[in-house]
T-cell receptor, first 118, second 108 residues
Framework: EGQLVESGGGLVQAGGSLRLSCSAS????????MHWVRQAPGKGLEWVVG????????RIADSVKGRFTISRDNAKNTVYLQMNSLRAEDTAVYYC???????????WGQGTLGTVSS | EVVLTQSPGTLSLSPGERATLFCRAS???????LAWYQQKPGQAPRLLIY???NRATGIPDRFSGSGSGTDFTLTISRLEPEDFAVFYC?????????FGQGTRLEIK
């Protein structure tokens, strides 16, 4: 079925940077789009960014465009989220998510909390 | 950006009752690109329904989805104690994915 394990969350000051990692196992990582979805404390879900199987295509939410980037290493079965120029409103649990054929998300990690202090 | 509005915000029902949750899109959405998720406290969301009406692997048949265009519905035919949670709809269009704000299903 597969598993996704995020790491790299923590506390950072506003204006700073954070890099999240997501390690995948139990499925053919290189065959799937990978995404990051976030959830602010007590709030709903917000899709952040997604990357195609070979890294050639990226889709990104307007709210993070120009500040966040996604990358992947298919040899290491890992996807990354580089977050720069962080704001207090970026504080959230960040989920690593597998994308599936009909543009839905069928496998979720447990999430990692990124906190931005102002 | 397509905005998804879920209703009601909170639904209070008892085990054994039928639950009907709604998701309305600000513009027409392809049925192929509409999904539903369940999230329990402290857990990651779980895919329930994809392409508007297809149950994900392992999802009980008491969960069903329907709808087209701008109006979609998630129905739970007979509520079990473990079904109480927050439910989100999600769509894809124009290279963007959006979620509804969620419906909280609570025990009455």
């Amino acid at each position: 079925e597969g598993q996704l394990v995020e790491s790299g969350g923590g506390l950072v000051q506003a204006g700073g940077s954070l890099r999240l990692s997501c390690s995948a196992s139990g499925f053919t990582f290189s065959s799937y789009w990978m995404h990051w979805v976030r959830q602010a404390p007590g709030k709903g879900l917000e899709w952040v960014v997604g990357m195609s199987t070979d890294g050639s295509s990226i889709r990104i939410a307007d709210s993070v465009k120009g500040r966040f980037t996604i990358s992947r290493d298919n040899a290491k079965n890992t996807v990354y989220l580089q977050m720069n120029s962080l704001r207090a409103e970026d504080t959230a649990v960040y989920y690593c998510v597998r994308g599936s054929g009909y543009y839905y998300f069928d496998l979720w990690g447990q999430g990692t909390l990124g906190t931005v202090s102002s | 950006e397509v905005v998804l509005t879920q209703s009601p915000g909170t639904l209070s029902l008892s085990p054994g009752e039928r639950a009907t949750l709604f998701c309305r899109a600000s513009q027409s959405v392809s049925s192929s690109y509409l999904a539903w998720y369940q999230q329990k406290p402290g857990q990651a969301p779980r895919l329930l329904i994809y392409a508007a009406s297809n149950r994900a692997t392992g999802i009980p048949d008491r969960f069903s989805g329907s709808g087209s265009g701008t109006d979609f519905t998630l129905t739970i035919s007979r509520l079990e104690p473990e079904d109480f949670a927050v439910f989100y709809c999600q769509q894809y269009s124009n290279s963007q994915y959006t979620f509804g704000q969620g419906t909280r299903l609570e025990i009455k």
